[in-house]
């Protein structure tokens, strides 16, 4: 807990938004303008023109911000659908949210578990734990499985929000749970991994790693992977929680590894993103950032990854050999993890702004400016 209010309360300076060309911007809207990237391009004049990328389809995406908004903007141009405000106190969104059969749901430190109409922003219910939700959801066959700061992970109607079980582990947890096969996965501040049975709760096995867990798991192919503070990234047997393979990263991993082309990934606080053998955790290629990689979880389309750092930059990276292909400097820290979708990048950043990239250029297409920092990352629906 400690760790978390010191981020809170001592927030690093801005680092100086780099602009260019600012074309149109307001106190909270779309603006088009240039920023540092390889290339030099001329920006579009109005907004909704992208400077390469142009999607053929309508998209939406919904994302949240510490200033207690969940926003809905229109993928394509940046601008807004609806905002959702949680309240004046404790209101900060860290949670992702997840769109599933018409709604959006989310957590919130002001202790709420959302879900709104996807199309509206009205408010279909709302549940009450006992502390901070920073965590993102998963929505499985009709039940939203969710964790909180006050212990407990929460199953709840996704209709209703009707509470069906929840299982204490006595810590809070920043991890957030994924569902695989019947069993819902989660790590836990008591060092602990979880498998828990997805439709009643009941513990099916629990992995002690050597310290606190904050980053969350990937289930693919019969294989838990997880990150702990002890620097480890975990292969877990998904039925049984056997160890499977470890890796020491040297560093503080925090983020969700993800898993493309037989490799799994995972970035660390200690400056290296690492790509490894999904099947035998030998390592494959390291990719190193001045300010490390906090709690971006890596995203890999097409050969691409793409991953936020936290001395601004997003980078895109050869998914096989780690060689860099762009990089796009932001104003201030990345913890938000990207979306690709239809050939565009987007992200959230510390400088307050959604960002939209070209995914193969890196070159600026819109970004929109919420009240405060964006640590969640966005959705992109349609």
Do not use: C
Not at 15 to 40: E, K, P, W
Not at 97 to 118: D, I, M, Q, R
Not at 271 to 294: H, I, Q
């Amino acid at each position: 807990m400690q760790h978390l209010h010191t981020r809170w309360l001592h927030k690093p300076l801005l680092m100086g938004i780099s602009i260019v060309i600012l074309i149109m911007t307001g106190g909270g809207g779309s603006s088009l303008a240039l920023g540092r990237i390889h290339s030099s391009v001329a920006a579009s004049a109005s907004i909704g023109s992208s400077l390469s990328a142009q999607p053929t389809r309508s998209r939406t995406l919904y994302i949240g911000s510490n200033d207690g908004n969940l926003y809905s903007l229109n993928a394509s141009t940046g601008a807004l659908n609806w905002d959702y405000p949680t309240g004046k106190y404790q209101r900060i969104l860290l949670s992702s949210p997840v769109v599933v059969e018409g709604l959006v749901y989310f957590g919130s430190t002001n202790h709420n578990v959302y879900a709104l109409n996807a199309s509206t922003g009205k408010r279909v219910w709302r549940y009450k734990t006992g502390g901070w939700v920073p965590t993102t959801p998963a929505v499985v066959n009709g039940i939203v499985y969710i964790d909180s700061f006050d212990g407990n992970l929460y199953a709840l109607n996704a209709n209703t929000g009707t509470l069906i079980w929840r299982y204490y582990t006595g810590k809070f947890s920043y991890s957030s749970p994924a569902v695989a096969g019947g069993i819902v996965y989660f790590g836990s501040s008591d060092d602990n991994v979880y498998a828990l049975d997805a439709n009643t709760g009941t513990l099916i096995w629990r992995y002690t790693t050597g310290s606190l867990i904050y980053g969350s798991p990937t289930v693919v192919n019969g294989i838990v992977y997880i990150d702990s503070f002890d620097g480890n990234l975990y292969a877990l047997n998904a039925n049984t929680g056997t160890l499977i393979w470890s890796f020491n990263t040297g560093g503080e991993p925090r983020s969700k590894p993800t898993i493309a082309g037989g490799l799994v990934y995972v970035g660390t606080t200690y400056y290296n993103l690492y790509a490894l053998n999904a099947r035998t955790g030998a390592f494959v290629w390291s990719y190193s950032s001045p300010g490390g990689f906090s709690y971006s979880s890596p995203q890999v389309t097409k050969g691409i990854l793409y991953i936020g750092a936290w001395e601004s930059n997003i980078y895109a990276l050869n998914a096989r050999t780690g060689v860099l292909i762009w990089s796009y400097a932001t104003g201030s820290n990345v913890d938000s993890s990207p979306a690709v979708s239809d050939g565009i990048v987007y992200i959230g950043t510390y400088d307050h702004n959604v960002y939209a990239l070209d995914a193969t250029t890196g070159v600026f297409i819109w970004k929109y400016t919420t009240g405060n920092e964006v640590d969640s990352s966005p959705i992109v629906v349609g």
